[in-house]
């Protein structure tokens, strides 16, 4: 198992450039997710890793080794497609000992080469030996699929296919584990589940995984660090919590989490907070320190107060007019209309409290900690 | 990727090597000769420098003469007409012909309407060369058409089998099924509502088959028109046993060239004028179908209501019953005559036997074997030519190949044979007369049906599927053995299935390039008709058709027999 470290990767299809300046420095062990919307590369970066493109420019080391020049099938990155790429003609276990078997043919005796041709061909024909049925086995037990083991991949259910394609992509003892989208073809329930399989996993086995997806939550509740993507570029790495409460650009304010994006004009600097004003004069305080003078307000929808009554006091709020709320069960998210913006907030739902009717006028009280300036 | 040698590399170069030897170089070959009117040595040029020497001095000597002297000699362009104007019969007829019955299937009740198209299918189990011969023993002096026709009152033969009439029936009888079922999908994806929305208007039925459904499918058919003109013009096995000598046709007259005179030049010109004009025909049939797709109408199915006026559907399947019931009719005749004792001037034999079948087991049973074994051969190379053609053309993209394996499809057999002869003819790569070259040929004519088929499956089988594989440690060819070709074995069956048959079905280039020891049974029932013993020809053909009954059954049961 090793690291994985991207350099100045640039990939360029014909004319046009779908990568630039990938830096990646992955650690042994860690779970690190590349995450962002259809078309941005993230896919594309991890082919690159896997050797099925090459790239333009740029060095990838794997476990410190340089290997741009290395072919796919000698890179030891064990993958997991999106659509899990299982072999339709094979049964459970031959799917899962493919690598293996693809070992054995790598040995010089030929008639065992002869062998396991056959075998990779029709496995009822020659037998496999003892320590690849073991190692298979095992894998099969470790993934809860023993049972399974002789059945058609077709016969499985989503997401034991999905632990199929696992189990046969870390039976070879991969460096390093590349997931493209594993978990877009389950449903709801199923993904919840999975998520928790194969974090239960990647930390038992301590093995590095590369994680593709476009879905925020997936990779926020997964991986030990995520890498923003946006047309072929990084936009920011961080941890989980990093990414949440310091996003470096809008779009991933708004592409980690929900964020109220509101743009403002900086009026001056007292106490350490800086004021801002946006709308119709509404003025309010954040702790971030800018030089710039146009700027981008970002306010979390939990870090924004309801306030209703007029008297109450507030030290950094703006006014607006909830259009309609929706009840979600522990929480109740109202839409506000703030001049012509439209804001989201999310407010605890306690049994009892009554939701804010639509029309209320309403202020919306945020501390200054919580108000970003990008 | 940097370019490595691999093993898939190394096998790309050689399915390169084996199309530019056996198709491209005799094809250039036979362009040259046409003009040097004398063999041209282009293998040889290249090991040799004296050859080269000697081809440099030929080409010298290049003549236009016989391009020319097709136009101002009246032997070769009579020839070129004859077989022009043959085809516009018959591609004119069988659109005829088929319009009614196409429509009765595609778009009414009519009785019998899958007895008539299952039919239909038996033109295509026969080859041409055996129907043509039944014609002889139907309409010939002592055929049982011309025994019923005399009964009559009718005077000497009904139709001479032996003229430019006799060729054009059989082949508008057993082309015919090539045209009708494009024709029947072409009638079942025009849309319906334009019809009803004349009906509407108020038109009469009759009217809106004139002036809506007909014009609608009238591209269809028009295309459809054009494959009838190739595949009558590229027919060999018709004119071959009906050409009478003053009727000059350019399929026979090339072969008389060069197996009978050895003429090199002339038998080149003729080949280049065939190719010529199954080339133009081929790029008019694909204009006239781009952007269009008869057979992936998807989305939501159209519910078409059949008409069942019987004053239409009865005629409908009168007409259609009379012209299926004649291949029928001269199947049977070749069946009946295979048991007959003697067959003369009567409507049945004088007696049956199976001494025809009892001499075929005992004489020529070596026919049988040839046949098999070079339709084995040839299938044996077509699939794994095939086989990794369609992964070049699907994974690669290779275009060139893609056209390379459409050749075949365009170049008439007799035309491909006289390249394959002339080019083999001397050392270095003397291979005319053998069965390998015959091996060749039959290979390359029917790799199309292969590699249509293989290419097929080989674009449902996923590539991330092979990625797997290459993920999990295998080397493209590992891969591409291991689990690209078992998933393609379905598409390998249903095409090896056709090139067997087409094989043992083919006339051309059997009869032009088969060496005497290993005389496949086309070329056995060839002889037997030429010599006129046509018991034995009749128990062959009937053999020949039930192997290629047996396997289209396989083939059909294969594919799922949904196929039309």
């Known amino acids: ?374 | 990727m940097k370019q490595r040698i691999s093993g898939l590399g190394v096998i790309k170069f050689l399915i390169y090597v084996f199309f530019i030897l056996f198709l491209i170089l005799p094809l250039l070959a036979v362009f040259l000769v046409s003009f040097t009117n004398e063999p041209v040595n282009l293998f040889g040029s290249l090991v040799n420098l004296e050859q080269l020497k000697l081809t440099i001095e030929q080409f010298k000597n290049a003549t236009l003469d016989n391009f020319k002297s097709i136009f101002s000699r009246g032997h070769y362009f009579q020839g070129l007409l004859n077989s022009l104007y043959l085809s516009f019969i018959v591609s004119i007829w069988v659109l005829i012909i088929c319009l009614p019955i196409a429509y009765g299937i595609a778009r009414t009740k009519m009785p019998f309407k899958r007895t008539i198209s299952a039919l239909s299918t038996i033109p295509l189990i026969m080859p041409t060369f055996i129907s043509a011969f039944a014609f002889i023993i139907m309409f010939g002096r002592a055929g049982w058409v011309t025994y019923i026709y005399n009964a009559l009152g009718g005077e000497g033969m009904l139709i001479d089998p032996y003229s430019m009439t006799g060729i054009a029936l059989v082949q508008i009888f057993f082309f015919f099924p090539y045209a009708l079922w494009p024709m029947v999908a072409a009638f079942r994806v025009t849309d319906v509502s334009l019809e009803e929305a004349s009906r509407n208007m108020g038109s009469k039925s009759w009217l809106t088959f004139v002036t809506v459904t007909f014009p609608l499918a009238l591209p269809g058919m028009l295309s459809t028109a054009l494959v009838i003109f190739a595949v009558s013009f590229s027919d060999f096995g018709t004119p071959i046993i009906l050409a009478p000598s003053d009727l000059n046709l350019i399929v026979v007259d090339a072969y008389r060239e060069i197996s009978g005179f050895f003429n090199w030049g002339g038998a080149a010109i003729l080949t280049v004028i065939m190719i010529a004009v199954a080339g133009f025909v081929y790029w008019l049939q694909n204009f006239l179908v781009k952007g269009r797709n008869y057979d992936t109408l998807s989305g939501k199915p159209k519910q078409v209501k059949l008409i069942d006026n019987k004053a239409l559907t009865i005629p409908l399947t009168v007409f259609s019953g009379f012209v299926v019931l004649i291949p029928l009719l001269t199947m049977g005749t070749v069946i009946l005559q295979s048991f007959a004792k003697t067959w003369g001037r009567d409507p049945l034999p004088s007696g049956y036997t199976l001494d025809h079948y009892k001499q075929i087991f005992t004489s020529s049973l070596g026919n049988i074997q040839n046949s098999l074994i070079l339709a084995g051969g040839a299938l044996i190379v077509s699939v794994i030519v095939a086989t990794f053609v369609s992964y070049f053309v699907v994974r690669h993209r290779s275009t060139t190949l893609d056209f390379m394996t459409t050749i075949p499809l365009i170049v008439p057999g007799i035309a491909f044979g006289i390249a394959l002869i002339q080019a083999f003819n001397t050392a270095p790569l003397q291979l005319t007369g053998t069965a390998i070259i015959l091996v060749i040929a039959y290979s390359i004519r029917r790799l199309p049906y292969m590699v249509r088929s293989t290419v097929g499956t080989m674009r449902a089988i996923k590539e991330d599927i092979e990625e797997a594989a290459v993920n999990l440690g295998a080397s493209r060819l590992t891969a591409a053995v291991t689990i690209v070709g078992p998933l393609l074995l379905p598409g390998i069956a249903a095409g090896s299935i056709l090139v067997f048959v087409t094989v043992i079905k083919e006339t051309s280039i059997s009869i032009l390039m088969a060496p005497a020891s290993w005389a496949p049974m086309s070329l056995a029932i060839f002889q037997n008709v030429l010599r006129a013993e046509y018991y034995s020809a009749a128990a062959m053909s009937v053999i020949l058709v039930a192997i290629v009954l047996i396997l289209q059954a396989i083939a059909n049961r294969l594919s799922g027999g949904d196929k039309t």
Do not use: W
Not at chain 1, 181 to 201: A, F, G, Q, Y
């Open chain 1, 1 to 374: 198992m090793g690291s994985v470290v991207v350099d100045n990767l640039r990939k360029d299809f014909d004319d046009v450039t779908v990568l630039r300046n990938i830096n990646l420095d992955i650690k042994e062990g860690e779970f690190f997710a590349l995450l962002g919307p259809s078309g941005c590369g993230k896919t594309t970066t991890m082919r690159c890793i896997a050797g099925f493109e090459s790239p333009t420019s740029g060095t990838i080391k794997i476990g410190g080794k340089d290997v741009v020049n290395t072919p796919p099938n000698r890179r030891n990155a064990g993958m997991v497609f999106q659509s899990y790429a299982l072999f339709p003609h094979m049964n459970v276990f031959d799917n899962v000992a493919y690598s293996l078997n693809i070992k054995e043919l790598r040995q010089r005796n030929v008639l065992k080469k002869i062998g396991t041709y056959t075998r990779m061909l029709n496995s009822k024909l020659v037998k496999y030996p003892k320590h690849i049925e073991e190692k298979v086995m095992n894998i099969l037990e470790y993934v809860e699929l023993t049972e399974h083991a002789k059945k058609l991949t077709s016969e499985l259910s989503g997401g034991q296919q999905q632990r199929v394609a696992l189990a046969r992509a870390l039976v070879m003892e991969p460096e390093v584990l590349l997931m493209d989208e594993p978990l877009s073809n389950l449903d709801l329930k199923l993904r919840h589940t999975m998520r928790n399989t194969i974090r239960r996993i990647q930390q038992e086995l301590k093995i590095t995984t590369i994680f593709v997806t476009h879905d925020q939550e997936e990779a926020m509740s997964m991986a030990d660090r995520i890498a923003v993507m946006k047309d072929g570029e990084i936009l920011q790495i961080g941890t989980p919590t990093d990414l949440y409460s310091n996003p470096e650009t809008p779009f991933i304010a708004d592409f980690v989490g929900t964020s109220n994006i509101i743009p403002a004009t900086v009026i001056g600097e007292e106490n350490g907070l800086t004021k801002v004003k946006f709308g119709d004069d509404q003025i309010l305080e954040s702790s971030t320190v800018t030089d710039k003078k146009e700027v981008q307000v970002i306010i979390r929808p939990e870090n924004l107060k309801v306030i209703t009554s007029d008297d109450a006091q507030t030290d950094n709020s703006f006014e607006g007019v909830v259009q309609f709320a929706t009840y979600l069960g522990s929480t109740v998210r109202y839409d506000i209309k703030m001049g012509d913006q439209l804001l989201v907030v999310d407010t605890m739902y306690e049994s009892g409290d009554s939701i804010i009717k639509d029309g209320s006028k309403i202020k919306l009280d945020v501390s200054p900690e919580r108000v970003l300036l990008i």
